[in-house]
């Protein structure tokens, strides 16, 4: 099995932020790219957004090549080879997907699920051919952070993930390989690590969020865009790091359940930006400038790193 970018046929089922994003990633990597989105309301601005996405990343000339359906019945499945699942975060969901595509779909065809939170075995169980099962885990924005994980089941093939892990270095993306099914994959679990970390400390009343934040952009995280934690103890020292991890470890938070202060703002309602609250205030004119400094922040953060990123042809 081997995609080629120019002759491979992509069906992103899911038009919502995610789903639309990676269609974007597909076709700046030269794949024909379908995206099924049953809502009308969201098929009818995706055109106008793909446009204006593929201009701002530099691909114009590749809009051609993504188009919109809004159903599957009666669908051409004779020419897909890699179907990329992209809807609601429920198991339940996913695994009915899988089992109607399973039906359809072309017994080469990989089956590929962005879940950033269900083990891939689960939403695989029941199907008849799981060897072609696999997670493809994306990170929002996903046309502008370049990594994305390529996740085995139990059942995974090898020649399914390492030709998947090809396709997308065709796309521009840095793929990583998580070979055991874990929950969290890997990515989440970093970052899930530094979290409960960083909450408990809010928790203990030690630092505010405003300093947390402050800490990981403007301290250590800024480092990471040169280099991730293995490389920097390279340059720090291992035996620095070893002396450091056995004074701090003992003293890490290594609770089982979440912080009190983000289950208070789950229980309040207090969910961020969807709600107007979160850790921060949030109202529309604050959203608006905020996700416009987000994304130009990753935007010069790419061009930085763009030599060290794959080729796109």
């Not at 159903?71 to 051409?76: I, T, V």
């Not at 359940?257 to 208070?264: G, M, V, Y």
């Amino acid at each position: 099995m081997l995609f080629n970018p120019a002759e491979t046929k992509v069906l992103i089922v899911g038009g919502g932020t995610m789903g639309a994003d990676v269609a974007l990633v597909c076709a700046r990597g030269g794949c024909a790219t379908q995206v099924f989105e049953a809502s009308p309301e969201r098929r009818a601005i995706l055109p106008n957004y793909f446009e204006t996405k593929l201009q701002e990343i530099g691909y114009p000339h590749r809009l051609h090549l993504i188009s919109v359906v809004a159903s599957l019945n009666h669908f051409d499945w004779s020419e897909i080879d890699l179907v990329i699942e992209c809807v609601p975060e429920k198991l339940e969901v996913k695994q009915d997907l899988f089992a109607q595509l399973e039906q359809v779909v072309n017994p080469e065809t990989v089956l590929a699920s962005n879940s950033s939170s269900f083990p891939i075995s689960d939403i695989a169980n029941g199907l008849k051919s799981p060897a072609r099962m696999i997670g493809l885990h994306f990170f929002m924005p996903a046309h502008l952070v370049p990594c994305v994980e390529v996740i085995y089941g139990e059942k995974t093939s090898r020649l399914v993930a390492e030709s998947l892990s090809r396709l997308m270095t065709a796309c521009g993306m840095v793929p990583v390989t998580v070979k055991k099914d874990l929950p969290g994959f890997l990515a989440n679990r970093l970052q899930h690590a530094l979290s409960r970390e960083a909450f408990d400390l809010i928790d203990a009343g030690i630092v505010t969020p405003e300093d947390v934040d402050k800490a990981v952009r403007f301290g250590f995280g800024f480092r990471y865009l040169a280099a991730g934690p293995v490389l920097q103890r390279d340059h720090a020292g291992v035996e620095i790091h070893a002396a450091a991890g056995a004074s701090i470890y003992p003293s890490l938070n290594n609770k089982g359940e979440i912080a009190q202060c983000l289950k208070e703002k789950v229980d309040s309602g207090k969910l961020g930006m969807k709600t107007g609250q979160g850790f921060y205030s949030w109202d529309a004119n604050a959203i608006k400038a905020e996700r416009q400094r987000y994304d130009d922040l990753l935007r010069a953060g790419l061009k930085l790193l763009q030599k060290e990123l794959p080729e796109i042809k």
